[in-house]
């Protein structure tokens, strides 16, 4: 029975695994959308994508609204960016991380002025996306006579600016020999080892593989460059060495008689084509494979990662919505870092946190060397940091500051350090049964009352009461020593009852008497002030024997006698309502607060017997002022001032010495009614009747 060996590193990189996660996303949240080429170049992944509603274009003309447009994990050209920013169409960039981290160099290095020298296959679409970002000569090699014709090109005394970079699928054991010969020609070249590890990996792994066995399946697409490279070098060592694209293709004779049977597959290799194809064989041969060598088996240990708990530092390289990919000072692996471990405190988007370029201190959670990846943490290290910080803290009784972000049972959390810090109910305010989602969002002030930790475990108990009552206490030492009458401070409405409003100064209390409100009679403080209002105030008395404190809130420019002083002299003319009745006169309001006396006898030019007889209370009348009394406190007005003079008295009619009548001017009915016993006098001459005229 033949004994069959799957190579550990076999199926997906992570670049392409992403990728394809990615495409997935798309298809379930948007139902459709589509792939400038080929997501991965693996025919039946395309395929199922496509039922799934995310087909491949060939260009930005041919996506017809087909959005959001996704970057295949090989990379485009920089123009194509460009032309779908002028588009303004939505794209989702899935470029391998290694990929990106290439054209990164190749632009910085070349807008330095860096002739760029590229190892790989110029119709390969990760180079054509390479070279895009070139801003400087460059040229391609691939095996090690090309290298030596560039020293034809570029001669080998202008070396100073030479960089050196390779696609991240190119032949390990070609780019080896070829750097042998570029460091000869060119001493000073910069070069970067940028095949992609898992590559590396991969290649290695199958020349080993197939040196061991009589019969090789590489099992992949035949667009894919990988595969291709895969086949190559299983060739070398293995005479039957066969490239399959699923199970359909393998015939049973490729493997009849073999003993040693060898199983690898590129990187865009889906690992169900690779169990089918491994499932075929076992049923068409009397080969199967070695439970110790179980694919399956095989597959979930080479992704069981080290936990290193190892701190490093990198530079950020890229960040997108889930991850932000980081490259580590003195490693090969890309670093990522889960959108979960960026920060303790809750974020919308990484570049709240980080930025491209920004230098950060990391915690190594995972590697992967098959896949050539490293996950990190930096809420991690944070933490570790932080928590070092916070022990300090605690031995000297430090005040932190940090903002609450939850309400939970029985207090909130805090935030310092990147550590969560509880805080019970009873610590969180000055006040029992407050509402503690009115500090949710809040920068708070607190201070460390019980900090310990039992092995990876934590208890970390905080106070904002305790600070809140030592900012009080300082507040009110300091108010006392610097407190004097007049002096105007800015404070808020704590508490009103029927006789005053309490107002806090900060840390000490004082009262407004309901009599210092206002100018006007009020019933209840909530007319003029209400609880939370921020009021300005004047000392009006100290009693430092019983700390109280007494305060005035009217202002003397809004005191209607100092109004009335500026703006109504004695003789202005004014619009007053009537507000009262009484038997010797009427009161009228002048402006709020002052109300003036018009006396009966200026009600009218007429003799009236009672106010009520010309006047109601609501009436809007015009006066005249005719005097103010500021000591007293009193207005005279006059209605009559500025009515026309009065006719003057009418004479006296006598008869046998007996008084008849007195003609007033409102006498006219009692003349009239009077006519019929008032004998006829002799007709006078006309000019004697003039008087008689007048007096009607």
Not at 378 to 401: H, M, N, P, S, W
Not at 658 to 672: L, S, T
Request: charged share 25%; net charge negative; with cysteine.
């Amino acid at each position: 029975m033949a004994e069959i060996t799957v190579a550990k590193s076999a199926g997906f990189c992570f670049g392409v695994n992403r990728a394809v996660k990615i495409a997935f996303d798309v298809a379930e949240k948007y139902h459709g959308g589509c792939t400038l080429g080929p997501i991965i170049h693996n025919k039946e992944m395309v395929r199922e994508l496509s039922d799934r509603g995310v087909i491949s274009v060939d260009s930005i003309d041919a996506i017809n609204g087909r959005e959001p447009v996704i970057i295949r994990s090989h990379g485009v050209k920089r123009s194509v960016y460009d032309r779908l920013n002028e588009m303004g169409l939505s794209y989702i960039d899935a470029t391998c991380p290694f990929v990106a981290k290439i054209h990164r160099i190749v632009y910085d290095m070349s807008r330095q002025g860096y002739t760029i020298l590229l190892a790989g296959d110029e119709n390969h679409p990760e180079v054509q996306g390479i070279l895009s970002n070139c801003t400087a000569p460059y040229y391609i090699f691939q095996n090690v006579k090309d290298v030596e014709n560039l020293s034809k090109i570029i001669p080998p005394e202008n070396n100073r600016h030479i960089c050196v970079v390779a696609q991240t699928t190119f032949n390990e054991k070609i780019w080896q020999n070829c750097l042998k010969t570029l460091k000869k020609l060119y001493t000073n070249a910069k070069i970067f080892d940028t095949i992609c590890n898992a590559t590396s990996k991969r290649q290695a792994e199958a020349h080993t593989l197939s040196a061991q066995c009589d019969c090789m399946i590489v099992v992949g697409d035949r667009s894919s460059s990988n595969t291709n490279k895969l086949y190559t070098i299983c060739k070398n060592n293995c005479e039957r060495t066969y490239l399959v694209e699923n199970a359909a293709e393998l015939d049973p004779a490729m493997v009849a008689d073999a003993k040693m049977i060898g199983v690898t597959a590129g990187a865009s290799t889906p690992e169900r084509i690779i169990k089918e194809v491994l499932d075929t064989m076992s049923e068409n041969t009397t080969s199967s494979v070695n439970e110790t060598e179980n694919f399956e088996e095989m597959l979930e240990e080479s992704l069981k990662s080290l936990n290193t708990n190892e701190r490093v530092m990198g530079t950020v390289a890229s960040i997108t919505p889930n991850e932000v990919y980081v490259e580590v000072d003195g490693r090969k692996q890309t670093g990522f870092i889960p959108f979960d471990e960026l920060s303790s405190t809750p974020i919308q988007s990484a570049d709240e946190v980080v930025k491209v370029g920004d230098r950060v201190e990391l915690l190594i959670m995972k590697t992967n060397d098959v896949e050539g990846t490293i996950m990190l943490s930096k809420r991690r290290v944070d933490a570790q940091k932080g928590f070092e910080e916070l022990q300090k803290a605690y031995d000297e009784k430090t005040i932190l500051t940090g903002p609450v972000t939850e309400v939970v049972s029985g207090g909130v959390i805090v935030v310092a350090n990147d550590i969560r810090v509880f805080i019970p109910a009873s610590q969180a305010t000055l006040e029992r049964d407050a509402n503690l989602e009115e500090l949710k969002g809040k920068e708070v002030k607190f201070r460390l009352i019980e900090l310990s930790q039992r092995g990876r475990r934590r208890k970390i108990i905080g106070s904002i009461k305790s600070v809140l009552r030592e900012e009080i206490a300082a507040k009110r030492a300091e108010f006392w020593e610097t407190c004097e009458v007049g002096k105007v401070y800015t404070g808020v409405v704590r508490t009103l009852t029927s006789y005053g409003a309490f107002v806090d100064l900060g840390g000490v209390s004082g009262m407004i008497h309901i009599s210092e409100l206002s100018w006007l009679r009020i019933k209840h403080p909530s007319e003029v002030v209400n609880v939370g209002d921020t009021v300005e105030v004047y000392i009006k008395d100290i009693n430092t024997e019983t700390k109280k404190i007494s305060l005035g809130y009217k202002k003397t420019e809004d005191n209607p006698w100092v109004i009335l002083e500026k703006d109504y002299p004695v003789g202005t003319v004014v619009k007053a309502k009537i507000v009262g009745l009484t038997a010797f006169g009427a009161f009228a309001n002048i402006i709020p607060g002052i109300d003036g006396l018009i006396h009966i006898s200026q009600i009218s030019n007429k003799r009236i017997e009672k106010p009520a007889d010309e006047l109601a209370i609501g009436d809007e009348v015009e006066a005249k002022i005719t005097g103010i009394d500021f000591e007293k406190k009193r207005v005279s007005l006059s209605i009559r001032a500025l009515l026309p003079e009065a006719m003057p008295a009418a004479p006296v009619v006598e008869e046998e010495d007996e008084v008849v009548a007195v003609v007033e001017p409102d006498a006219e009915p009692v003349i009239r009614e009077l006519e019929d016993e008032i004998p006829a006098a002799d007709p006078a001459p006309a000019e004697e009747t003039a008087p008689a005229e007048e007096a009607e």
